[in-house]
């Protein structure tokens, strides 16, 4: 046990924190001290920092740079949401039906991510950013122009408007084009979303610490040496970046069963949720899977949190943001935070050493 403590204490110490900081909101909401407007924002945020963790995977430990992730959360938002709508009646199991909207959309982003990426991912640098930043803008026109709807023949589809579905009197329309889709069961809260926070963790950190991680790894250091040792570099990178995918289309799901209506807006699944989600990374440091947890909360709340100041929120938004970009990647910066560690490290086994010998003494 204490073998396994001690090869697993940095993992040990990412779970902790996430579980600590969910029972510290839980007593803090319970005793009414959360307003209702934070409270609201408990779920998008635990699909943010899935969103940030997954997306590491492809930007720090495959190391290629990724512009559609949004385009990824937007397919499993879409797919369990229209399952969830379709099954309402049939499946009366909320816990059992959202647990197999939350397979469907894991698969459908793995799958769509495994398809853009064996084409995608032979390319590198500019030219990947760039067809993944095209990738998430057609998912979500697609999302638009899309008609779907059921009557007693079966399914409808168009691309035209809602008219020329041609259903029934009794037909229902599920997916409205730009409406989206209306009337998904609310099945998500901050319990689902803090557990799908701890699966992911999982996930990635085993990933990363796994041979498969390894290899990942390998390819990012130098893809030239990677190959020369025999690693498969097409295999592992499909396998990092439809992990990644499959991982965003989850915290889609989570997402999409918190809204009363899901529309493929760019505020919710556009370039600038994509940007957004890099952000993220980026602040937290490139493979830094705490880093990117931490990064999500700060900047998420933070807008909220400086509301009432009005016109000064977005200078001291912007002011913490350079401050967490030099924290994270200025080289004095990182000299210090090495020096404090060493320092404190270097205090704890000294305060050992001694407690140690007037131990003895006695």
């Not at 950013?129 to 057609?138: D, H, K, Q, R, S």
């Not at 689902?192 to 498969?212: M, Q, Y």
């Amino acid at each position: 046990m204490k073998d396994f403590i001690n090869k697993n204490k940095d993992n040990l110490i990412t779970y902790g924190i996430v579980i600590i900081a969910y029972i510290v909101l839980e007593l803090l909401m319970s005793l009414g001290l959360i307003s209702s407007l934070m409270t609201g924002l408990l779920v998008p945020l635990c699909a943010y920092i899935i969103l940030a963790v997954s997306l590491n995977i492809t930007v720090g430990i495959l190391g290629e740079l990724s512009l559609g992730h949004a385009g990824f959360m937007c397919v499993g938002a879409f797919t369990s949401a229209f399952f969830s709508k379709c099954t309402v009646n049939v499946i009366t199991v909320e816990w059992i039906r959202f647990t197999i909207a939350i397979l469907i959309g894991f698969l459908c982003a793995g799958v769509i991510g495994f398809l853009i990426g064996m084409p995608v991912l032979r390319l590198k640098g500019d030219y990947l950013a760039i067809v993944t930043l095209a990738f998430g803008e057609i998912i979500k026109n697609v999302m638009n122009v899309l008609y779907i709807g059921r009557d007693s023949k079966g399914f409808h589809f168009s691309t035209k408007d809602a008219v020329a579905l041609g259903l029934e009197e009794s037909g229902e329309i599920i997916v409205n084009g730009a409406q989206g889709i209306t009337g998904t069961p609310k099945s998500s809260n901050f319990t689902v979303g803090v557990v799908l926070i701890l699966i992911t963790l999982f996930i990635v950190l085993n990933l990363i610490k796994s041979r498969d991680g390894r290899a990942v790894m390998a390819i990012r250091d130098n893809v030239i040496a990677a190959e020369s040792v025999g690693i498969n570099i097409t295999k592992y990178k499909l396998l990092a970046f439809s992990i990644s995918a499959a991982l965003a289309g989850v915290a889609g799901v989570l997402y999409s069963h918190n809204l009363s209506s899901l529309m493929a807006t760019p505020k919710n699944f556009g370039y600038n949720m994509s940007i957004m989600i890099l952000v993220f990374v980026v602040l937290g440091g490139i493979g830094n899977i705490r880093g990117s947890i931490i990064s999500a909360v700060i900047l998420t709340l933070l807008p909220e949190l400086l509301r009432g100041l009005s016109n000064l929120r977005m200078l001291i938004y912007a002011i913490v943001l350079i401050a967490m970009m030099l924290f994270s990647w200025s080289p004095k910066a990182k000299d210090f935070r090495d020096k404090t560690v060493a320092t404190l490290l270097f205090w704890k086994k000294d305060n050992t050493v001694k407690g140690g010998s007037d131990n003895g003494s006695n």
